[in-house]
Nanobody, 120 residues
Framework: QVQLVESGGGLVQAGGSLRLSCAAS????????MGWYRQAPGKQRELVAA???????NYADSVKGRFTISRDNTKNTVYLQMNSLKPEDTAVYYC??????????????WGKGTLVTISS
C-alpha cells in the first residue's frame, strides 16, 4: 500500500507564508505526477499546482507568482511554498500522487489533507 501524509498547514495572517510538505511511503516502485489540490468550504476541489517527473510544472491562475511546487524524488516528497497568502487561499490542501506500487498498478493516491487558514 501507499500512503501520502501532508504537513505544514496552519493559521497565518494575510501576506504571510507557509510551506506544505507531502511524503509518500509504502511499496513504491515509481511516481509520475505529484500535485496539490485544495477545497474551500462549499466549493469543489481544485488543482493548485502539479509537477511531473521531469520537473515541469503547472499552476492555477490564482496562485501563479505566489506559490511554488517542488519535489525531492529521493524522498518521494512534494512541497508547496506559499507566499503572499490571501484569505481566499483558505482551504484544506490535499496532496496527490500518481504511483506505481509493487505488485499493483498505476493509480492516484490522496493524502487526508491539511488545513490552511489565512486571516485578514
Amino acid at each position: 500500500q501507499v500512503q501520502l501524509v501532508e504537513s505544514g498547514g496552519g493559521l497565518v495572517q494575510a501576506g504571510g507564508s507557509l510551506r506544505l510538505s507531502c511524503a509518500a511511503s509504502g511499496s513504491i516502485a515509481s511516481i509520475k505526477g505529484m500535485g496539490w489540490y485544495r477545497q474551500a468550504p462549499g466549493k469543489q476541489r481544485e488543482l493548485v499546482a502539479a509537477i511531473r517527473s521531469d520537473g515541469s510544472t503547472n499552476y492555477a491562475d490564482s496562485v501563479k507568482g505566489r506559490f511554488t511546487i517542488s519535489r525531492d524524488n529521493t524522498k518521494n516528497t512534494v512541497y508547496l511554498q506559499m507566499n503572499s497568502l490571501k484569505p481566499e487561499d483558505t482551504a484544506v490542501y490535499y496532496c496527490n500522487a500518481y504511483v506505481y506500487a509493487f505488485g499493483a498498478e498505476w493509480r492516484n493516491y490522496w493524502g487526508k489533507g491539511t488545513l490552511v487558514t489565512i486571516s485578514s
